[in-house]
């Protein structure tokens, strides 16, 4: 009932996968907002991709396994390019989960493990041990805090967590 309810937003999150890549902007401040799947959102993928899985045809489960494949190389995209630290722990923490529920897949006696090989055996193969190093991000959290630390000194009365305009300890700092 949750997947039809939810089709709209479902359809959205499958059309993650056909994009090429993604830009993310330098955030100005440390507490501006991080975008990310939302929580619900990502579950009730989840939860679709394994009840097509368990219950489904052999069709719908090779849909499901490939849709798998693809939201899996979506976020190994996301963790080699450039971004924040933030988004780099974002795209672990959905491999992690879209890994976990391919091995929950492999391990249920009741799913065949044939569109499993044909939808998602590349997957299969271990990635090399570069394809977890995010040393991109340095340049990015670089650029994001010089920013920041810039605007500060520039303006420190609008520092959320410097000290007011009233207080004589931000000048021996500058």
């Known amino acids: 009932a949750w997947t039809s309810a939810n089709s709209l937003l479902l359809e959205r999150y499958h059309a993650l ?17 991080v975008y990310a799947v939302p929580p619900p ?9 394994a009840d097509a899985v368990q219950t489904g045809t052999t069709t719908d489960q090779l849909v499901a396994i490939t849709s798998l494949a693809a939201d899996i190389a979506l976020w190994q995209r996301m963790l080699q390019g450039d971004g924040t630290l933030i988004s780099k722990m974002n795209a672990t923490a959905y491999l992690h989960a879209d890994l976990i529920l391919l091995a929950d897949m492999i391990e249920d006696h009741t799913v065949p493990l044939g569109p ?4 998602i055996g590349a997957v299969l193969v271990p990635w090399p041990m570069e394809s977890w190093k995010i040393g991109k991000v340095f340049g990015t959290e670089y650029r ?3 920013a920041v630390l810039k605007d500060t ?12 305009p009233l207080s004589g300890s931000w000048r021996w700092i500058q």
Do not use: N
């Open 144 to 146: 994001r805090w010089s």
């Open 17 to 33: 996968t056909s994009s090429k890549g993604y830009q993310e902007e330098a955030l100005r401040s440390s507490i501006e907002l």
């Open 41 to 49: 959102l990502r579950a009730l993928y989840l939860v679709s991709v």
């Open 116 to 119: 499993i090989q044909s939808g």
């Open 153 to 164: 000194r520039e303006d420190p009365e609008h520092f959320l967590y410097g000290p007011g």
